[in-house]
């Protein structure tokens, strides 16, 4: 069982950074494949991107490629994802999750955080 649990949304302007963090519960963190989705009011769950266990590899959606960076420190149980040249379509709750494979698909992560809002002003 993970836990997961996201902070660093807010309401900043286009153009501006934020740093998503999310911490996880237990000792097994340093197993999962993580990644971070995102959903719009009115549109379904989106990938935004995902991490391998190690950090060695990274995978991202085409709208956010070279905008924003997943990184992650198995040391501190965190995965975090840095956002910068927002723009108003990033607005959005942006969710955490843990899984085994390695995947943009939400249907295969086992584990969720509660999302954090991100509302990008024009």
């Known amino acids: 069982q993970v836990q997961l649990v996201e902070s660093g949304g807010g309401l900043v302007q286009a153009g501006d950074s934020l740093r998503l963090s999310c911490a996880a519960s237990?000792?097994?963190?340093?197993?999962?494949?993580m990644g971070w989705f995102r959903q719009a009011p009115g549109k379904e769950r989106e990938f935004v991107a995902c991490?391998?266990?190690?950090?060695?590899?990274?995978y991202y959606a085409d709208s956010v490629k070279g905008r924003f960076t997943i990184s992650r420190d198995n040391a501190k149980n965190t995965v975090y994802l840095q956002m910068n040249s927002l723009k108003p379509e990033d607005t959005a709750v942006y969710y955490c999750?843990?899984?085994?494979?390695?995947?943009?698909?939400?249907?295969?992560?086992?584990?969720w955080g509660q999302g954090t809002q991100v509302t990008v002003s024009s």
């Open positions: 237990g000792r097994t963190f340093s197993t999962y494949v």
């Open positions: 991490i391998m266990r190690s950090g060695g590899g990274t």
């Open positions: 999750a843990a899984g085994q494979g390695w995947t943009a698909v939400a249907g295969r992560y086992d584990y």
